[in-house]
């Protein structure tokens, strides 16, 4: 299985500051038949479900802000949050759809200072 | 607009069984593969599998190939998950999934059900 791993676990921001979450994978997530990366990145608020930010590493998902920028290929991926505001406060997961199993990081939390 | 509607909290008791369903408004289900992503209290994602409703073919992820059967039936739209031979480790929150399909794959999940507590306990 490909393990996701992701860094920091935690960490505190203060709103209007930029973040830098990583997300490292055991194996390269890159598809040679189209140069694209199969990783993704969720953002999952308490009691709620996740929900979708970024595809294919870099692409945001219909209606993310622009403020949310993934980035990387192989196996270094990062997600960037610009001027970070109080609703961005949650946990963030990156997950591989590269082959199965699918499989996500475990997670970084993203509070406020 | 799309709507996954999963059955409501589960109590079972160890080495029972239960039974969750995933109801399916506004897409097909024949049209795309059916996940399942579990979160155990306080903790990450995990993916559990996934059943191709068209076919009724199934993958699952090592650990709980003898733990999760998945099925579906097309005729009401709704996906299952049985859970089996339940411990206190299985108590987490069940996710139905429904992936994003853009230019020709499947990407990361963007329709999720509400989520099905299952509680092991005596």
């Known amino acids: 299985d490909i393990a996701i791993t992701q860094s920091p676990s935690s960490v505190a921001v203060s709103v209007g500051e930029t973040v830098t979450l990583s997300c490292k994978s055991s194996q390269s997530l890159l598809y040679s038949e189209n140069n694209k990366d199969y990783l993704g990145w969720y953002q999952q608020k308490p009691g709620q479900t996740p929900k979708p930010l970024i595809y294919?590493?870099?692409n945001r998902h219909t209606g993310v802000p622009d403020r949310f920028t993934g980035s990387g290929s192989g196996t270094d991926f990062t997600l960037i949050i610009s001027s970070v505001q109080a609703e961005d406060l949650a946990d963030y997961y990156c997950?591989?759809?590269?082959?199965?199993?699918?499989?996500f990081g475990g997670g970084t939390k993203l509070e406020l200072k | 607009e799309v709507q996954l509607q999963q059955s409501g909290a589960e109590l079972g008791k160890p080495g029972t069984s239960v039974k969750l369903s995933c109801k399916v408004s506004g897409y097909n289900i024949r049209s795309t593969y059916m996940h399942w992503v579990n979160q155990r209290p306080g903790k990450g994602l995990e993916w559990i599998g996934r059943?191709?409703?068209?076919?009724?073919?199934?993958i699952y992820a090592e650990k709980f190939k003898s733990k999760a059967t998945l099925t579906a039936d097309t005729s009401s739209n709704t996906a299952y998950m049985q859970l089996s031979q339940l411990k206190s480790d299985d108590t987490a929150i069940y996710f139905c999934?429904?992936?994003?399909?853009?230019?020709?794959?499947?990407?990361?999940?963007?329709?999720w059900g509400q989520g099905t507590l299952v509680t092991v306990s005596s």
């Open positions: 294919w590493a870099t």
């Open positions: 059943i191709d409703p068209a076919n009724g073919n199934t």
């Open positions: 999934a429904i992936p994003y399909y853009y230019d020709g794959y499947y990407h990361l999940f963007a329709y």
């Open positions: 997950e591989q759809y590269f082959v199965y199993p699918r499989t």
